[in-house]
Each structure stands twice: as C-alpha cells, then as structure tokens.
C-alpha cells in the first residue's frame, strides 16, 4: 500500500514531468504553420488549464489526514488520467507522440 507521502512525492514528479511536455509542445507549436500553431495553442491552453487543475487536487490531497487521503487519491488519478489521455490524443493528431 502507498502512502500518503509516496503518493504526493509521486505526484509532484509526475507534475514535473507534465511541465516538460508542455514546454516540448510549445516548442513544437512554434514551429507549426499558422493554421495548426492556433489550434495547437488553443489545446496547450487546455491542457495547462488541466495541468492546474490537478495540482489544485494536490494541494488539496497534502491537506487531508492520512485515514481518508484514500479516497481523494481515486479523485486525483482520475483527473491525471484525463489529463494524459487528452495530451495522448492532441501529440497523435500532430503527429507527436509524449515520449519524443
């Protein structure tokens, strides 16, 4: 079983890692025609909007006692689940997959 402090510490990496593949992105975006930088940016926002949103939960999660973290950890690796899917999905359709 994880612990609570495993999991934030795992999390934060994990947050770290995010801002890595934005930052490829937005270098990936400049280097796009007009008509894809737009709607590259557009998404990039998004998923920045994302990115936020599931540090939020991290904060959120390092507040909780370690008897009900559980259940706000389903919370938090959903919205990381969504995030990753969605960044998957944007890197496909430009052709750019996470790991290059």
């Known amino acids: 079983m994880t612990t609570k402090e495993d999991y934030t510490r795992r999390l934060e990496e994990r947050l ?7 930052d ?7 280097q796009a025609s007009e008509d894809v ?3 590259l940016d557009e998404q ?3 998923l920045t909007q994302m990115r936020e949103d599931t ?7 390092k507040e909780h006692g370690e008897s009900s973290w559980e259940g706000f950890k389903e919370k938090t690796e959903a919205a990381w689940e969504k995030m990753a899917d969605k ?6 359709k430009w052709g750019h997959r996470s790991g290059e």
């Open 16 to 22: 770290r890692q995010w801002d890595d593949k934005l």
């Open 87 to 92: 960044f998957e999905k944007i890197t496909s």
């Open 55 to 61: 540090a939020q939960k991290l904060a959120e999660l």
């Open 37 to 39: 930088k737009q709607s």
């Open 44 to 46: 990039r926002a998004h």
């Open 24 to 30: 490829t992105l937005k270098a990936k975006t400049a």
